[in-house]
Nanobody, 123 residues
Framework: QVQLVESGGGLVQAGGSLRLSCAASGNIFSINVMGWYRQAPGKERELVAAMPSGGTTNYADSVKGRFTISRDNAKNTVYLQMNSLKPEDTAVYYC?????????????????WGQGTLVTVSS
């Protein structure tokens, strides 16, 4: 079983910063992609940023230049540094991982979601 545990959400004023963390635990063989999505009230879940283990980092246009995604592969952890926050960034932020786990008969690919952490930006 694999778990993603997020932390770092909260209430911040517009223009402020927050840093989200997401740690993956379990019988993990490798992690291909770790990323962050968000879902605002009444809206669909959208990609914020994704970071493959090897490849180009991808950001939503709305956060480019303000948010930075990073990974600590030794800790199976992904971070999202959010600067210059705006009220429209208010949402539940979800961590996502595309990974491979070890099972009795070999390995298995999984896509796993965290439980979400609320970010509220006041104007």
């Amino acid at each position: 079983q694999v778990q993603l545990v997020e932390s770092g959400g909260g209430l911040v004023q517009a223009g402020g910063s927050l840093r989200l963390s997401c740690a993956a635990s379990g019988n993990i063989f490798s992690i291909n992609v770790m990323g962050w999505y968000r879902q605002a009230p009444g809206k669909e879940r959208e990609l914020v940023a994704a970071m493959p283990s090897g490849g180009t980092t991808n950001y939503a246009d709305s956060v480019k230049g303000r948010f930075t995604i990073s990974r600590d592969n030794a800790k199976n952890t992904v971070y999202l540094q959010m600067n210059s926050l705006k009220p429209e960034d208010t949402a539940v932020y979800y961590c996502n991982a595309d990974l491979v786990v070890k099972i009795v008969l070999g390995r298995r690919s999984l896509n796993v979601w965290g439980q979400g952490t609320l970010v509220t930006v006041s104007s």
